[in-house]
């Protein structure tokens, strides 16, 4: 867990953030277990992804991160797929989205900001900062926004294409997706302005997401890093930015679920999140169930554990 003793570990991958190796090995999970939980509980096919890795590592940095090694992300086709079953971006960034990180997130926006939105999916964020001139980027979800202002653009051709002309630039649930975050912050760094503001929101660790055990969602091709507040101020010092505030966030009606699950489940995790073991199997599909009853009959509790956290980190002047 965050805060163990630091030492050199033989064989240890480098921190994605920091470059520095590893100091702890969480646990090994092989292949077949990821890709049969994916088959089974997203239903979804990932072994021509996952499995030539054959198995993984799930490592510790110095700074807390938690980390896959390899780091394997998703493509648009298993993206389409999983996140169409189940409706992903309209509960995460739909235009009737609420969500407790957009309010947060709000706080840093003055009025007649430029904001770049990173991975937007519908641009649910817009509605909070009405008083800001807004910009979405968004490859999938571009031909579907009547406004034209979610562009299908990468950001890295955005960045190179206008350089660094936005108050603030964000990314909501992005970050823990992709093969190399710091290359990603670095981009979005790019399109920021000196004295602009960085905005990063991810799933905290440890939280109920990572409480549940055999969690596929926490996991490759989908998550491929677990975030703590010291490793979100890394990133931002590794960027040469000054980190300002890391919000820690309660749950929203979209993660409804998870609250649910991980308050039903008979099997919490600790030191080991997958686990090809039937009781394991079978608390996860317990969980699953009572959430699924307790979340018709139950409104979530106004005040639930902190599941996601938010950075606010400030670019330096030159």
Known sequence: MAGTEHRVVDGAPACPITGEPAVRLVQWVSARLLTDLWRYGGGVDVSGLLMPARRFGLWESPT??????????????????????IGAHDKLAGSRTQRLEFRAAAEHVPAGARVLDVGCGHGGFRTYVPGATYL???????????SGTIL???LQAHAARLG??????CAFQVIEHVADPLGFARAMAACLKPGGTLLVGTPLWPSPNTTIPNFIMNAPPHHLTWWTPNA???LARSLGFTPERVHAIGMDRHDSMIHWMAKATPVRCRDRYFKPVKSWYAALAFAYGAALVLNRLLPLPRQTRPNTLLLAARKNPA
């Open 64 to 85: 807390g991160l938690i980390f896959f090694d390899p780091m394997i992300a998703g493509d648009e086709p298993f993206y389409r797929t999983f996140y169409g079953k």
């Open 232 to 234: 979100l101020e890394a």
């Open 152 to 154: 299908a653009e990468t």
């Open 164 to 169: 660094p002309v936005y108050d603030v630039v």
């Open 136 to 146: 979405g980027l968004d490859p999938n979800f571009a031909a579907e926004d009547p």
